[in-house]
């Protein structure tokens, strides 16, 4: 037997094109990148423009770009957006009085608006647009065709073996051919060869992770452009229709319309939320769901689900989320003649996890004093729904075990005439009057469910209702892009690891007769890139092909032939003059 020959001398390039002039076609194309000269560009805008896009359109820049794009997105979210919270970005210019107008300047409080970001975006949209087309041109090319036939001295190649057998050199052609197909190569006969290649998934792989990139830019700028995000608080009985005029708080993009509002509402019938109620964690939520009936559409027909938390409602592109909840004590407030003038659950808002909460009940009309004045009324609440006596002013547990209100009543004018916006969790005191107990003190009391407060001078009563009602909070969005994100995410995962571990590859099988008469095997392998992958399969292959065909001795002696050896062997390089 002779000897195989496995060199690992490389003699590929950065485009996977095999610069030993002995090769011929043998040692190129195995990659999809275009082969560009390096080529001065000449004097003249043509000139100029060629060279530059050339440039935007290398791997070189497409890199850096995407650097660039990750870098710029940092700002966006470690500085307050102004398309997300305007109220932070308003209290982050009052505590930076410096770096404020420098970075109003720079954009950095709408980074994904801003010019820059947007340049940076562009120019990687277009330089994977104009790298992907030529790949992808060459790869069709590369599919249609043939592997290229074999090169005069298969010796020079990076894995190479040889042996001696008594077959005709037809068959062993035949052979070779039956056994690189049953191994997935895509091989034919060239000449006194079989040409054979493999690991085009590599390149496939390679092309899907670019146009993943694409897909996932463009799905990224549809859900800035047309994404919509709103909050609302919903009372146990009350419900929603989807309309920006019922939102709490809602924001959306710069292409969003009304008219692409998902037509949906819903209705609230119960909140339910289970606790530790033991150990270390004490206290900590275990169950948050909320049972809701559902119109799909203006005139579907109702459904009844349940939403938890990071189980969200899917109708159509919107989604409904439960993000938040709290506790709505059910208020009854009469005036100095006994009648009725306001009855509703007031929501409250959370201080702490144990839902210490507060809020603010506002009686704007109706209401009239004992001396039959009508007036406006105010009342400052402050809710525990586990009192833990004494002198504690914070809950101690978060479910309703014991539930106190404690109630401070002002009246007079609310200001909600004065055309000025208020939140209807805060109280403006600056028109109205405190109630003064019978010390001259300020008028206050704890309530439990079921007591009423009299308020001082006949002025009127305030009864805190048996029954206390549970919010919830629901996040509405919509965002068109993030099923194609999430495609595009996934595809770009297999292109990468496909580009990574699948390795393209040629092998060649050459048979012809000796000078003596005997054929004469070669076998010859070539990758995109060095690897011991090539020998090694290689040497499987030969250990095979070898099996199928008889062996002749070697002619300088009559020792019985043995399979090729597919242990690396150092080569000859090529010959030096």
Not at 29 to 54: D, H, I, K, M, N
Not at 73 to 85: E, M, N, W
Not at 507 to 516: E, F, K, L, S
């Amino acid at each position: 037997m002779s000897k195989t020959d496995t060199e690992h001398t490389d003699h590929t390039d950065h485009t996977g094109k095999n610069t030993e002039p002995d090769l011929g076609e043998a040692g190129s194309q195995l990659s999809t990148a275009p082969v560009e000269p390096p080529v001065v560009p000449g004097l003249g805008p043509v000139g100029w423009a060629r060279w530059f896009w050339r440039q935007l359109t290398s791997m070189r820049v497409a890199l850096l770009l995407l650097l660039l794009l990750s870098l710029g997105a940092i700002p966006g979210s470690l500085i307050p957006q102004s398309g997300a919270d305007i109220n932070k970005v308003a209290d982050f210019q009052k505590a930076h009085k410096t770096l404020a107008p420098i970075y109003e300047k720079l954009g950095l409080f709408h980074v994904y608006s801003s010019v820059w970001f947007s340049a940076i975006y562009i120019l990687l949209f277009v330089s994977l647009v104009g790298c992907i087309i030529p790949r992808a041109w060459q790869f069709v090319g590369q599919l249609r065709g043939r592997p290229p036939g074999a090169p005069k001295r298969l010796n020079r190649l990076p894995a190479y073996t040889t042996w001696r057998t008594g077959a005709e050199p037809e068959q062993v052609r035949e052979a070779a051919l039956a056994l690189l197909k049953k191994r997935r190569f895509r091989a034919h006969v060239a000449g006194d060869a079989v040409a054979a290649e493999k690991g085009y998934v590599r390149e496939f792989g390679n092309l899907v992770f670019h146009v993943a990139l694409i897909v996932l830019l463009i799905a990224f700028a549809s859900g800035q452009m047309y994404k919509s995000d709103g909050t609302k608080l919903v009372v146990e009985g009350d419900g929603f229709a989807n309309s920006i005029i019922q939102y709490d708080d809602f924001k959306s993009g710069s292409m969003f319309s009304t008219d692409d509002l998902v037509p949906f509402s819903f209705h609230l019938r119960n909140f339910s939320a289970g606790y530790q109620t033991s150990g270390p964690s004490k206290g900590t939520p275990t169950t948050f769901s909320a049972d809701i009936d559902y119109v799909d559409g203006a005139y579907g027909k109702s459904k009844r689900t349940t939403i938890k938390v990071n189980q969200p409602l899917h109708i159509d592109d919107a989604k409904v989320y439960l993000v938040s909840h709290g506790y709505a004590p059910v208020i009854t407030v009469r005036d100095g003649r006994g009648d009725v003038v306001y009855r509703d659950a007031v929501p409250l808002l959370p201080l702490d996890g144990n839902i210490t909460s507060q809020g603010v009940l506002k009686v704007m009309d109706g209401y009239k004093n004992a001396q039959n004045v009508s007036e406006q009324l105010g009342i400052s609440l402050f809710f525990l729904p586990t009192y833990g006596g004494g002198s504690s002013v914070l809950s101690s547990f978060p479910a309703l075990d014991n539930p106190v209100l404690n109630l401070t009543p002002y009246h007079g004018d609310l200001g909600v005439d004065s055309g000025i916006p208020q939140s209807v969790y805060q109280l403006d005191k600056s028109h109205m009057k405190e109630f003064k107990d019978s010390k001259g003190a300020q008028f206050r009391d704890n309530l439990r469910p079921g007591q009423t407060m009299r308020l001082p001078n006949g002025a009127g009563s305030v009864t805190f209702e048996k029954g206390v009602k549970e919010w919830a909070g629901f996040e509405i969005v919509q965002e068109p892009g993030s099923g194609w994100a999430l495609a595009g995410a996934l595809a770009a995962i297999f292109g990468l690891a496909a580009s990574l571990f699948i390795q393209r590859r040629r092998v060649w099988v050459r048979a012809v007769p000796g000078p003596d008469g005997v054929t004469v095997v070669e076998m010859a392998g070539l990758g995109r890139s060095e690897s011991a992958k090539v020998p090694e399969e290689l040497g499987d292959l030969a250990n095979l092909l070898y099996d199928q065909t008889s062996g002749a001795p070697d002619p300088e002696d009559d020792a019985p032939v043995t399979s090729p050896d597919p242990e690396v062997v150092p080569a000859e390089g090529p010959e030096k003059r």
